[in-house]
């Protein structure tokens, strides 16, 4: 495309308004082409200084220019992604190659790089003739902010420019047409006066052919026949018009198609995130199978200590050299040894109960000695007195003899029983004392070992208990890990079976839909050749009307 191309259109065509449909053909009416064509100086896009004023853009008119570029970018089959979040904040690189596609429809040899792009945008847009101004400020960051909108409504204005010369180049041969039918009526004229002359001429030379009625039934003939064409044209016209429907529905199921599609994307990327979700899953299930393991080795270990601790025990057991009978013979020992302790019991309360008797009866006799060695030395000294009295007799054989000195105590006591009573009652607590250590010495060791044997029969039961609850616990866990292993695995199959049923479905559906699709659009494509040609054909048969039209009136 060069820039003439375009400068040969009219400029008051729809193309800039935003709800122009690309799809439709734009006509240039016989009113429009007998106005004189607007110069090129009057173009507000081809002005030969750019206006200062910075084109102010809401967001309607971001939202506008955004739809206008999607829709230039799918027309021309743009490779890259089209999406309106793209076009929200787009990359650079995303511009550059946005520019380079735009630019080269316009200039084939342009070039945008990250190098030169603050260049050749600057000077593209000023020698295309954009209305508005550019600065170099905007081409700092023309992705962010404002700077971004100032590119936008420039890329949008460049589709709308070239959006406009193809809509005027699908209708050059129409074009063409109105002209030749203007040019024609313009001949018309000219062979009317040829014919005013040819038959003032035929009046002069007295020429008696009647060319009026000649061109009368002519032109009767004629009409008659572009009356039928009218009718035969309009008939064509309502089919097309029929056709044109049949297309549109077409293309509202290639909409629902389309929609369909997308559902079934979703419906695959879900099946995909469930399918990854399952080998989470199954992953995670491994992983707890290898816990449920590892503690059913650890629970394998502790029963193996347990039962390492039972030989023990009972290895300690058999090494004892007590038997039954000798437990038996302890426990007469114990029994023989505890009626000795209760005898020597009974006659140490029997001596205490004899010892207070026999200290009472001492104590009577030493009072009645000690009265009987008083009453001796009173008659005593009654006698030293009347020997006093009477002077005659001697006292020496008198005091020859001795006072009575009565002391009992325990020893003259002793002496006297001619025994050692404070030895043997010492002696006799000692025994006892002896015997009650040694009974209870053996009460103390029969004692503990029978809480010995009652611990040692308690742990065992214990062990006994825990190894079968060991047993029980072990069994269940086994029962549960096998349990949770087929469980597992039947899960797990049966979320594979459901996500091979699920993408088979989905890949049937997608294949449906790509058929379908395929099929929409070669029907599409049918229909859009068969308006062509059908149009092909009509301009045809319109150029022949004409020219045989233009041949009868040369003949008239």
Request: glycine share 0%; with cysteine.
């Amino acid at each position: 495309m060069n820039n003439h191309s375009v400068y040969k259109f009219n400029p008051t065509m729809s193309v800039f308004n935003n709800n122009t449909n690309l799809n439709n053909s734009i006509y240039i009416s016989a009113d429009k082409k007998s106005k004189s064509r607007t110069s090129l100086n009057t173009l507000s896009f081809y002005k030969p200084n750019a206006s200062v004023y910075v084109k102010k853009i809401d967001k309607t008119d971001k939202k506008d220019n955004v739809k206008t570029l999607i829709r230039y970018l799918g027309w021309k089959n743009y490779s890259g992604t089209i999406s309106p979040n793209l076009f929200k904040n787009p990359s650079m690189t995303d511009l550059i190659n946005i520019w380079n596609f735009i630019f080269k429809h316009v200039d084939p040899l342009i070039e945008v790089n990250k190098d030169n792009y603050g260049e050749v945008v600057l000077s593209f847009y000023r020698d295309i003739g954009y209305p508005y101004t550019i600065s170099k400020s905007t081409l700092v960051a023309p992705t962010t902010g404002l700077q971004y909108n100032t590119h936008l409504s420039a890329l949008a204005w460049l589709c709308q420019l070239l959006i406009f010369e193809a809509e005027c180049f699908n209708d050059i041969n129409e074009e063409k047409d109105v002209n030749f039918l203007y040019d024609f009526n313009e001949d018309c004229e000219i062979k009317m006066e040829d014919f005013i002359l040819q038959s003032y001429r035929s009046y002069i030379n007295k020429e008696e052919k009647n060319i009026k009625d000649m061109l009368s039934a002519k032109l009767e003939k004629e009409l008659e026949r572009l009356e039928n064409d009218i009718e035969i044209k309009h008939e064509d016209i309502q089919e097309k018009k029929k056709k044109i429907e049949e297309i549109k529905s077409n293309m509202k199921e290639n909409e629902e198609l389309i929609k369909r599609n997308k559902v079934l994307r979703e419906e695959n990327i879900k099946i995909k995130s469930l399918h990854t979700n399952s080998l989470e899953e199954t992953i995670k299930l491994e992983k707890d199978i290898e816990i449920c393991k590892k503690a059913n080795l650890d629970e394998k270990n502790k029963t193996e200590e347990i039962l390492e601790e039972i030989n023990k025990i009972k290895e300690t057991l058999q090494k004892q050299t007590l038997n039954k009978a000798q437990f038996i013979q302890m426990n007469e020992n114990i029994d023989k040894n505890k009626e000795k302790i209760e005898n020597i019991k009974n006659e140490i309360k029997s001596l205490n109960n004899e010892h207070p008797i026999l200290s009472e009866k001492l104590n009577n006799r030493n009072n009645d000695l000690k009265k009987l060695a008083k009453s001796v030395n009173d008659k005593l000294t009654e006698i030293l007195e009347i020997l006093n009295i009477y002077n005659n007799l001697s006292q020496s054989n008198w005091n020859s003899i001795n006072t009575i000195s009565i002391n009992i105590d325990a020893l003259t006591i002793d002496t006297m029983l001619n025994v050692k009573w404070k030895e043997n009652k010492k002696n006799i607590k000692s025994y006892i004392e002896k015997d009650k250590k040694e009974l209870s010495n053996s009460v103390n060791i029969i004692e503990e070992n029978e809480n010995q044997i009652k611990t040692i029969e308690n742990d065992i039961e214990q062990i006994k208990d825990c190894i079968y609850d060991l047993e029980e616990s072990i069994r269940k866990t086994n029962e549960n890990i096998n349990n949770f292993i087929s469980d597992s695995n039947n899960k797990f199959n049966q979320i594979i079976r459901q996500n091979e049923e699920t993408l088979e479905e989905a890949r049937s559906k997608q294949n449906e839909a790509n058929e379908m699709f395929k099929d929409v659009i070669a029907s599409k494509d049918d229909k859009i050749n068969t308006l062509n040609k059908i149009k092909m054909e009509n301009e045809q048969l319109f150029k022949e009307k004409l020219s045989t039209l233009q041949k009868v009136l040369k003949t008239i």
